[in-house]
């Protein structure tokens, strides 16, 4: 069940985190896998991984808030695969502050990567999916889409645009075979997390990994293995009545 044979998927934000368990799934379970990421040497990790498990793969470096760098990385795909089948545009970066206190160099990095990122990438795929018949796009949302989280103004915005892309995507296109969805967890546990609380919160990061982890009901962070797996859903054949949705994977947080 849920397998991926025959589909091509890009996959950006590849080189670690919640990107590279997608990345690392969709390899097993038959997916030939672009692993796109800022960094070509955290792609080509993930590459190397996907092709010990026997599973076709290419990294491929990206800048998904540059679109000189997405035409690049698309044209490689279509060089490499001949196809796109699926994108999961996971790429994303963080931010802590309030209206008050984020300044226009965070807002417009924020916005460049989370928000414009999703769009130029999606916006790229979309002609050879249209070509093809059809494809998926699944995008990383959150559940600061959906709910109102303290000090995240920033990120909080750019997450709610892509609610929004997500659901006009859907919409716009369902037409030509092509659905759009999107994830929303709460907190996963990633490297991303552990550098973001040595960063933040210098000597109290036992403390506010802890803070953290409670603020989900049942009581701990998720895993990029659990993302992963509602991603491999959601992309796979089984969830083909599926579109324009988003999905929460909150460890309970939307039940309070």
Known sequence: MFRLDGKVAVVTGAGSGIGKSIALLF?????????LDISLEAA?????????????????????GDRASVLCAFRQVAA????????????????????ADTSEEDFERLHRVNTKGVFLCAQAALPTMIAAGGGVILNMASIASLIGIEARFAYSMTKGAVLSMTRSIAVDFVGQKIRCNCICPARVHTPFVDGFLAKNYPGREREMFEKLSAYQPVGRMGTPEEVAQLALYLCSDAASF??????????????K
């Open 27 to 35: 390899g097993r379970q038959g997916a030939r896998v672009a692993a």
């Open 44 to 64: 080509e990790s993930t590459a190397r991984e996907l092709k010990a498990l026997g599973a076709v793969a290419q990294a491929i470096p990206c800048d998904v």
């Open 80 to 99: 490499e695969f001949g196809a796109l089948d699926i994108l999961v545009n996971n790429a994303g970066i963080a931010h802590v502050g309030t209206l």
């Open 242 to 255: 599926i579109t324009g949705g988003a999905f929460p994977i909150d460890g309970g947080v939307l039940m």
